[in-house]
């Protein structure tokens, strides 16, 4: 894949434990690093599809992620919405990798 | 209202809109008076959703350490529509969103005050009037300007939009409030204030068949007024709203005289009061407890399809929407709420 | 609601003694587990407690008294108030939250062994509800301890320290495994109830949670205020059965478990809440100190309950009335010194304006253990902090495995209690200490304190080994809470860091 | 300066597995002092100078059950005294309501006589059998060598305790309604005389005494408690063709209960087993050891009901189902 050479460091895995999530700056970006339950780890854009609101000060809880503003939820695995439906995390690729966590972030 | 201060104009970047606004009017009201649609509920720097970035220009933010904005906010050079005045000409970063368009869109009015009628021991109703007509939708807010009271507060209307000018407010008397100690201590009948109305999304909505709930706490209960008004006008069928109303103790439950003025609510049928703090040989004999337990108890398996309206003190309304939302599964788009703080 | 009054129907679930048949009362009860004091089981079985509960009620009203203390904006405004405590504050919160965590969720094993072990119905009942009450108490607390983790590490000692040999531990653990743990369930009923719940958890709880509060940090006051309601429920169980005992002639029993239990209490609240009143309360929100406590609470109160239930005045009364004035003061200068054996960051709390707080509430306290601390304070303006360690290993008490110490200055009155068995000598803080020991020196005589395990090579000659053996990292070794600045006042912050800080 | 204040994650202790830990974790782990020297479980004179200290050593350190870190199990349920107590409250409103219901419309009144006779006998002397399943959780709770089981132990004994006070209160309305029969007067004479109770006296005072750690735990929760709630199943049973719907009503909240003792007692089973093959050899020794024991005493017990051996094969093939789902 050409995408290889455009994976960016994040963070190592142990900064970010299993029922975690936290935000990264990636160069000039942010990213959001979800550890769900059972050891999956996904990466998003920081913030709710609904408003501008960092999901980080929401929760993370049995795979469902719960923004803090109006109780958005939305699978932590799949990043699409449970209540409401039909809208989903901005997802980015990412990869783990000697025990560090990648991500590839769009063009700015 | 005087129309004499310097006027700035404001570019939307990436929008493709523009539109003046005098130095005296927060870029929220000036975005809303100019009819474009942006994300607010508490229109006070509280509850963050009217955030936007500042790529060129000088503003002034009258709420510093505001809890809707955080440092790293401040860093990205991030500002509150509602908190913040334009100092120069100005170019934003927001995006804008049709569902808050103001169907109404807010004006600043002059008006005095007609009547006052005590609900509870400290919650009464104030009633205002003024020369244009009363322009706004059941469940909505004005910002009040009060005489010696800095900064303008939010209440909602309990009354519904009119031709007459008339603006009816509840408000709850709080210790060292100034704005209560305005009204309750310094305010005679004919004292003028500013009403600059109307706002909030959270009103009713007369295409929805969905049958309504309204939970209320403190004075929350304007809007739910203004809503049962508003809903008694329309026709739902068999589709009974009802009322649940928190109260501290026993003394702060709404009469049900006060309610029964609502054409067709069977305060019987339609009113619940529950009360969190029963002194101990006092007679009640309603429900007890807070309001999201008593919901917890007794909201019957259909709620689903309901839509809801939610005022009253934060906690309330947090544990509320928590309880409806997460535990209940309620679909979002039925929950109507202003964050408040 | 057609519901039968608790009174109507309350006595029935007291009838619940039978007789077995299938296995003998002996093996139903057995040594060291029982112990009836000779006395007939149907007087066991009059145990009346004062204030009756049903299990309905009870889960009701703990379920309310939870609500509020769990709630998020509780949380939120302990994260706050934590994040603007002083040094002072922080050092008490490790101090209370390392030691109270484990040992009152510990008790719940304590009401279990008199639900289980008792012959009285109506205590296993009560002692049921001490089960409950004690998980919640290690539970809630722990909680709240866990909410300051984040900002800071020492509170990792709230849930680490229960297994850990550090020397506070193992003086705390020394004296609830004797008063709670290896009794049987009548005397541990009575050495926990009366000794340590009945005598000082006012002291703990009221006196810390008004501290709390005046210090703005309100769910901790009211946690704090649940926590003693909850104590003053199940320590009933000890006055029932002290007056069974007085009315069965077990008078002098009664009175030693009393006193054995109240006395090795009172060491552990004098070096922990003693030294938390006086030096790690801030003193803005100091009024009382611990005598003032003492006295009002136990020395009053206490000494009341306990002539009123038949008992008389512990023999060493007189002695105590010296304690309060001075063991805590002497452990003070200790604990500061080897502050590196502990986990948090001891606070000196002898600040000028302090000591002039401690000369009003402890005349003379500045001609002797004010002595000390000039001492001390001089090193450190010279720099020389190493000469605030002292080198030598402290002699420390066999009985409550705090330092063996006296008044200091002038008055130096250190006494060497001892006791010799088979070639080993065994070293005493007191008068009642020892006389504990000799009450029986088979449960006290094979327990080998710190420092005895530094000399019989249990622990290693070398200093890491020490904290090694006390399960201490080298981070987790305690520093001076204000880095030295309070020798000549908080107030200079900035200079005197710079005057103090590169030791 | 002082290094910097810095703060942690999580307990140290729970922090190897790099996994945010649950509530229940954090406020019920490693809070036990007992387990940590073979002679020395408390802080005194070591076994054999001090009794206690021998007791613990013998009875959990030398028990046939070893595990190398019990502070590694976990409840199922991951219940915390918190939720414990919301849980049971709202349980209690339950019966709460459930007993003014019935009191309201004479439910004891229109009572048939030879029902009540089987309360009197069968039912109401059941708060002894109560008094011994709360003995018993309380021996499990004082020696269990972990925190995590103490918490699951003291939970249970709470509940042996809740329904002591509920059969105590139904006894005392039967009485009200019934002055001429024996309630309130006979069960103790029942359970130490009928020959309905003795099989279950026999059982839970020998369980009492079996003071090994492992044994009484399985003695206890595998086998005696199992025996006595499956008794109650059947008793409930009888009370709904007896159009007794109270006792059904109740029987079936105060199994609810026994369900999550089961849980956490299968759990620990698995967590045993999981760890070393001789506590499998051990345990399902125990549970051998025991059964004949319950079995006469579910015999005994159903014997006396009208259903009589139906409904003692079926407790029995309970109690055997559930012996089967652990696996041993």
Redesign the interface.
Known sequence: MSDQENYQKVCE??DV????MDVFDVGESEVLIVHS?GGEIRAYSPICPH????LVEGELENCVL?CS?????FDAISGKGI??TGTSLTSYPSKVEDDCIWVVLPES | MKENQKQHQVFIEGAGLSFTISENDSILGGILRSGVGIPYECNAGGCGSCKYTLIEGDVVDDFEGSAGLRASDKRKNKHLACVSRPQSDCVIEIKPDAEYVAKTRPKRVNATLQSVEKLTHDLWEFYFESDPPARFLPGQYAKLSLPGVAGPRSYSMCNNGNNDGRWGFQIKRTEGGSASSFLFDNAVLGSRITIDAPYSIAHLNEQSERPLICIAGGSGLAPMVSILHGAAKMALEGKRPILYYGARTVDDVISKEYLDRIPHFDVEKQYIPIVSEVEPGNSWSGPTGMVHEYLAESLDDDCQDCDYFIAGPPPMVDAVRRHLILERKIPVEHLHYDRFY | MALLKMEEWYDLARETNWTPSYVSQDELYPAPMSNNFDIPLEKWEAFDEPYKSTYRDYVGAQRDKDVGAYSVKAALARAEFFKNASPHWKALLALHFSAVCWAEFHSASAFARMTRFCQSPGMRNMATFGTLDEIRHGQIQIYFAYEFLKHDSVFDWCHKSSKTENWIIISLRHALDDIAHTRDATSAAIMLNMGLELAFTNLQFVALSADAAKCGDHSFATMLQSIQTDEARHAQIGEPIVRIMVENGKKKEAQQLVEISFWRMWKQFSALSGIGMDYYTPLEHRENSLKDFMEEWVIGQFGRTVEALGLDLPWYWDILKKDICSFHHANQIGVYAYRATEWWRPIAGTSPAEREWLEEKYPGWNETYGKCWDVISENIRNGDYEKTVPAPPPLICNMCGLEVVGTAGNEWNAVNHHVDIDDRRYHFCSEPCKWIFEIEPERYKGHKSIIDRVFDGTIGPEPDDFYNYMGQSESERGTDGYNYRWVDGYDEDEDAEKKYATG | MNSKVTGMKTWSKLAKNKRRPSEYEIVTTNLQTRHRHRDQAYELSPAPDLSMNEWYRKYVFDSPLQHDDWEEFRDPDALIYRVYTRNQDAQEEFIDGVLSEHNEIGHDQDLQPEWLTVLEEMYTPRRYLQTALQMSAAYILQVAPASTITACAGFQEGDEFRWLQRVAYRTRELQMTHPERGFSKNERDHWENSPAFQGLRELMEKVLIAYDWGENFVASNLVAKVAADETLRELADVARSFRDPLLASLAENQLRDSDRSRRWSAELVKFCTDAKSENKTAIKGWIEAWTPLAKDAITAYCLALPAGEIAAKSAISRMEAFHRSLEI
């Open positions: 895995v142990d434990w299993e029922g975690e339950p408003q501008d609101h960092p719960t503003a109006h109780l958005w939820q209540n409401p």
